[in-house]
């Protein structure tokens, strides 16, 4: 059974930066591509970024240049590193896969960022 569980959420004021973590477990993470979503208050989850199992990387229009994905295999985690953070980037951040398939594994509890002053 696949568990994900996500950290580093916090409050933060804008221009602020945060790293994001997901910790998975029940998979075989390597071969995996995963994403991180977003879900904000009133509005549907987004995937904000992904990284295959080579190491590509795409990313939102809205978080360009600003978040950085990472994985480290070792560890079965996935990272986000955000950067120059703004009010809009406030919601329930969540890792899940991201290939063909979608999201469809079971979602994490999810890890709050607040962007705010």
């Known amino acids: 059974q696949v568990q994900l569980v996500e950290s580093g959420g916090g409050l933060v004021q804008p221009g602020g930066s945060l790293r994001l973590s997901c910790a998975a477990s029940?998979?075989?993470?390597?071969?995996?591509?995963m994403g991180w979503y977003r879900q904000a208050p009133g509005k549907e989850r987004e995937l904000v970024a992904r990284?295959?199992?080579?190491?590509?990387?795409i990313y939102a229009d809205s978080v360009k240049g600003r978040f950085t994905i990472s994985r480290d295999n070792a560890k079965n985690t996935v990272y986000l590193q955000m950067n120059s953070l703004k009010p809009e980037d406030t919601a329930v951040y969540y890792c899940?896969?991201?290939?063909?398939?979608?999201?469809?594994?079971?979602w994490g509890q999810g890890t709050q960022v607040t962007v705010s002053s």
């Open positions: 029940g998979i075989i993470f390597s071969i995996r591509t």
């Open positions: 899940n896969r991201a290939g063909p398939q979608g999201p469809n594994w079971d």
């Open positions: 990284i295959s199992s080579g190491g590509n990387l």
